[in-house]
Structure formats: structure tokens, C-alpha cells
């Protein structure tokens, strides 16, 4: 098994290493603990201005496709004789929702797909959980999801992934324990399963082995809590026979005894912890559960013998990739249904997990938002669309935009190309990029970025003529980022063209004001691009 994570000099190889722990099952390695003090002090700045990578299951696209799925997986309880009201309704639990961005996507757009269908009068919430305090608190400030709050389709709650077995609703003020939900409920887990324990076992001449981590820093007692020392730690494995049964659970072993019969010589990791915890999830309803999961990993068993490494990355926390093979396998022979794409996905692994009832209405709502295109097809059509946006026409940037749901970093991408087409856009074509501008802006959550997406949506309306429109957003742009001498010379621009010339010259003196640059204008030319 090849070593993870062992970083090369530019100036020549590796600095010795010095072994900070010796040959540990891979789940009791102080990596996770590592990790989780991480989080625990990172709070939402992990997402905002730290390492940790989150675009891939935080962005509209994926929403949109979950919020298809709870719909056809409303349509099948409603089918089912499912009665909600506003003490049991159609409950969905994101474990791990971090910054909360995903849930403000979700719950924006499962909200209006809802009012659309026979269901519009059927009560839903939506419960962000995490293990983390701190995050809790962030979402309870967050102007965002004050509206979806206050209208009763959010609620808050402490949830350890690892250990618990149930939490308790913070708004609604009762607890989710086994046997109290009285339907089945939606349950969303991205980017949660690759950073709970997981332990790796080789498989040897039919033989399941017990593979353990040696971890080495290049100094002694490195500071774990340092994301520098973590990124900076090596990973090594050795086999070591194992003493019984690898768990105490009988299917665990099946599994474990299946996958040493089939599969030639290789490593695998083993979810023992996502597991218990899908089991103990599946406690809280006796009528059955969908969990919604996307992550990085293999959904195939033939997938498992080509890995050469565990996959160990380390970005400020830690990650290995998904064992979703097991997954299944676990959920098949407990008597559920399991949902995946026939395809090899190139980024995203997204898979969908049943237990009771018949899911036909769900199946299809699959097949449609994630088999035929799904959200691993978007990211990975964006990326090589994003990578020569100037090639690409207003008709055609703005078609991309309405494919990623009016996603602000696909907007982003296609600041530099779409500007310069402006000046020579017919006004139907400015009208239709206000309107997808606007959409754009609607679904800004605010973390504290460096980026001032809405500096950007300001500018293309402006570009477009909506002068009105770029002042608003101009505004609101200033709420977070604060003034700026940009800013206030493209507002002059706009109070100019709308005939509000006091305006025009009272921004034209903020910009003055703030910036030197501006000291010697007499006059208002051109907008600036850059802030």
C-alpha cells in the first residue's frame, strides 16, 4: 500500500520524519480527533476563508436535484396514505450542514417546487444539524435563513453523526427519537460520510487483514491543531492479522468475508461508522427512510480493487473517500433499495438509500435528476465550459447560467466574457441577462468571502442598462464589504443615466473621497471594473 500524503521539497526530497504515532487501527487514529477539534474551532470560517473544499455539494444544481427527489418522495408517501399537519410534517434532516449554504438552496427551491404541486398545503421542515455549537449559532444569525425560519420550514439541532441517536429540534422544541417520527423522513448527507471514522482492512489471498496507520510529522509533537502540521503529516500502512471478527456486527463481516472472496489483492476502507449511523437514522421512523448522499468514493465493486492509496486528504480537517459499494451492499441485505447512476461518475458519487415501502415515484425522480443529468454531469460540463467562457455567446453564457440554477460562481466565471458583449447586446438580450442577474443574486448567502459576488451581479446590470437595478444591488453589495470608491463611481454612473444628478454628484465625491485616483474627474466616462 502506497503511502498518503507525503509532500515533496522544491529544494530536494522529503525532511525526515518523525513517527507520531505507530500502527493504529485506522479508526481510533488521533486523525479524527485532530479533525474534529478542527471544526470545533474553525466554525464557518472552515468554508468561508479555510481549506475546506465545499462547492461540489453546496451550489444550486444540486439542490435543484434534491429538491426533485423529496418531491417524488413526497409523491410516494402522499400515495401511501401519508396525512401531514403541522405537528407531523414531511420532515427532512441534513446531517453536517456546515455553513448552512446548502440548506438555503435546498429549502429556496424545494419551497417553490412544492407551491407548484398537489401539495402545496402540506407542511414541511427542514432540520439543519450539525456537532459543532458554534455553527448552530451562525445559522440562527444568518439573514438569510431568517425568512425560511420565521415561516416555519427551518429548525435547528445538535447532532453528532458518530455517536448519537437523536436530537432535539431547537424551534419546534420536541426530540426525534426511535419511533417518534410518524413518517418516514428525507435524510441529506453531503460531504459527511468521508470525515466520520473509517477503518481500512487488506485483503490478502482470501484473507481480510487488519491494515494500520503510522502517522509522522517532520518535528515532535506537532501541534494537530496548526492546518500547516496537518497538511504537513505523512501516512503509512502495515498489515496485521486480526484477532476475531473485525465487528461486532454480524453483516459487517459478511460483507467484509464477500469482498476477500471476490476481489484480488487489494486495500479497502470500511464505514462501520456511517453505518451505525444510517441504522440508528433508520430507528426513528418503523415506516422507513431515504437518505440522500453525495460524497467522494466508489459506488462499484470492481472499483475497489484498482486503489493504490487510501485516498487520505487533508485540508485543515480530513477526508477519506466513501465505501458507498458497502454501503449498499449494507442497506440491500437488510431488505432496502439502493439508487445509483449506471455510469462511473467523474467527481461526485450521489446515491440515494431506501428502507420500506414502494419508491416508485422516487425512482423516477432519480432517473430524471440524476441518471440522465445529473448534478456530477454539471460539475464536471462546467468546469470545461468555465474554462473558455470568451468563447461562448451572450445566448449561450446565459444558457449556462439558467443550467447551473443561476448558480454566483458560474456567474462568476463569465464576468470577463459577458461585459465586453454587452456593448453590442440588443436590448432583449440585456433584459434577459437583468432577469438571470437578478435570479443569480437571489441566491447570495453571505459567508464573508473575498469575492464580492454581488459587486459583480451590480456591474452586469449596469452593463445591461438596469441601472436601477445595479444601484440596488450596489447597496446591498456595501452592507457587507463596505464602502469602496468602485462602488461609488459606478453608482454616480447609474444616477447619471437615470437623470438624478445630485446623486450622481454626491457618489462622484465618495469615490473622490476614498480615492485619490478620482481627485482630478470632471466628468463621469466610463464604469470601473475592479474594486
Same mark, same amino acid.
Given at each position: 500500500?502506497?503511502?498518503?500524503?507525503?509532500? #515533496? *521539497?522544491? +529544494?530536494?526530497?522529503?525532511?525526515?520524519?518523525? $513517527?507520531?504515532?505507530?500502527?493504529?487501527?485506522? *479508526?481510533?487514529?488521533?486523525?479524527?480527533?485532530?479533525?474534529?477539534?478542527?471544526?470545533d474551532r474553525q466554525g464557518v470560517e472552515a468554508w468561508s476563508t479555510g481549506? $475546506?473544499?465545499?462547492?461540489v455539494t453546496n451550489n444550486p444544481a444540486l439542490a435543484r436535484a434534491y429538491a426533485e427527489l423529496a418531491l417524488g418522495f413526497l409523491r410516494d408517501l402522499m400515495a401511501a396514505g401519508a396525512r401531514f399537519d403541522a405537528t407531523r410534517p414531511f420532515t427532512l434532516i441534513e446531517l453536517g450542514a456546515g455553513s448552512g449554504r446548502f440548506a438555503f438552496f435546498f429549502v429556496t427551491r424545494f419551497r417553490a417546487l412544492v407551491a407548484l404541486s398537489p401539495f402545496a398545503d402540506v407542511p414541511f421542515r427542514y432540520v439543519m444539524t450539525d456537532f459543532t455549537a458554534s455553527n448552530?449559532?451562525?445559522?440562527?444569525?444568518?439573514?438569510?435563513?431568517?425568512?425560511?425560519?420565521?415561516?416555519?420550514?427551518? +429548525?435547528?439541532?445538535?447532532?453528532d453523526a458518530e455517536c448519537d441517536e437523536s436530537l432535539h429540534l431547537e424551534i419546534a422544541q420536541r426530540a426525534v427519537t426511535p419511533g417518534t417520527l410518524a413518517h418516514p423522513p428525507l435524510v441529506i448527507a453531503n460531504y459527511v460520510f468521508d470525515g466520520l471514522t473509517q477503518d481500512a482492512f487488506s485483503l490478502r489471498g482470501g484473507e481480510v487483514l487488519d491494515c494500520r496507520v503510522t502517522l509522522s510529522a517532520a518535528a515532535p509533537d506537532p501541534d494537530l491543531d496548526d492546518a500547516a502540521v496537518m497538511a504537513g503529516l505523512s501516512a503509512g500502512y502495515s498489515d496485521h492479522p486480526l484477532a476475531g471478527p473485525a465487528y461486532p456486527e454480524p453483516l459487517f463481516n459478511e460483507i467484509l468475508a464477500d469482498y476477500a472472496a471476490s476481489l484480488g489483492e487489494t486495500t479497502i476502507l470500511f464505514p462501520a461508522t456511517?453505518?451505525?449511523?444510517?441504522?440508528?437514522?433508520?430507528?426513528?421512523? *418503523?415506516?422507513? !427512510? !431515504?437518505?440522500?448522499?453525495?460524497?467522494?468514493?466508489e459506488q462499484r465493486e470492481e472499483d475497489l480493487g484498482r486503489r493504490h492509496s487510501l485516498g487520505l486528504a487533508v485540508h485543515g480537517s480530513i477526508s477519506f473517500p466513501v465505501n458507498y459499494h458497502a454501503i449498499a451492499e449494507y442497506v440491500v441485505r437488510r431488505g432496502g433499495e439502493v439508487l445509483t447512476t449506471a455510469y462511473r461518475h467523474a467527481n461526485l458519487a450521489v446515491s440515494a438509500f431506501l428502507f420500506g415501502g414502494d419508491y416508485g415515484e422516487t425512482r423516477l425522480a432519480f432517473d430524471q435528476a440524476v441518471q440522465h443529468f445529473g448534478p456530477d454531469d454539471f460539475f464536471t460540463l462546467c468546469r470545461g465550459l468555465r474554462a473558455a467562457p470568451e468563447q461562448l455567446t451572450v445566448a449561450q453564457l446565459l444558457a449556462l447560467l439558467r443550467l447551473s440554477c443561476f448558480d454566483l460562481r458560474v456567474l462568476h466565471d463569465c464576468?470577463? #466574457? !459577458?461585459?465586453? !458583449?454587452? +456593448?453590442?447586446? +440588443?436590448? #432583449?438580450?440585456?433584459?434577459?441577462? *437583468?432577469?438571470? $442577474?437578478?435570479?443569480?443574486?437571489?441566491?447570495y448567502y453571505h459567508l464573508g468571502e473575498p469575492r464580492d459576488a454581488l459587486f459583480e451581479c451590480a456591474m452586469l446590470l449596469q452593463a445591461a442598462k438596469d441601472h436601477a437595478g445595479a444601484l440596488r444591488l450596489y447597496r446591498r453589495s456595501r452592507q457587507y464589504y463596505g464602502d469602496h470608491a468602485a462602488a461609488f463611481w459606478n453608482m454616480a454612473l447609474c444616477h447619471a443615466a437615470l437623470g438624478d444628478s445630485a446623486e450622481a454628484d454626491f457618489c462622484l465625491a465618495e469615490a473622490q473621497r476614498l480615492d485619490a485616483a478620482f481627485a482630478a474627474v470632471t466628468a463621469i466616462p466610463a464604469m470601473s471594473t475592479e474594486r
Open positions: 500500500m502506497s503511502p498518503d500524503a507525503i509532500p #515533496a *521539497s522544491e +529544494d530536494g526530497p522529503p525532511a525526515e520524519k518523525i $513517527v507520531v504515532e505507530r500502527e493504529k487501527r485506522l *479508526s481510533e487514529s488521533l486523525l479524527w480527533k485532530a479533525q474534529r477539534r478542527f471544526f481549506p $475546506v473544499p465545499s462547492y448552530l449559532d451562525f445559522w440562527r444569525r444568518h439573514e438569510a435563513l431568517a425568512p425560511l425560519r420565521e415561516a416555519g420550514l427551518l +429548525d435547528f439541532a445538535l447532532f456511517a453505518l451505525r449511523c444510517l441504522d440508528r437514522m433508520a430507528r426513528w421512523c *418503523s415506516g422507513g !427512510l !431515504l437518505l440522500l448522499t453525495a460524497d467522494r468514493g464576468v470577463a #466574457a !459577458l461585459l465586453p !458583449l454587452l +456593448d453590442a447586446a +440588443d436590448d #432583449a438580450e440585456c433584459q434577459e441577462l *437583468s432577469r438571470a $442577474v437578478e435570479e443569480a443574486a437571489a441566491n
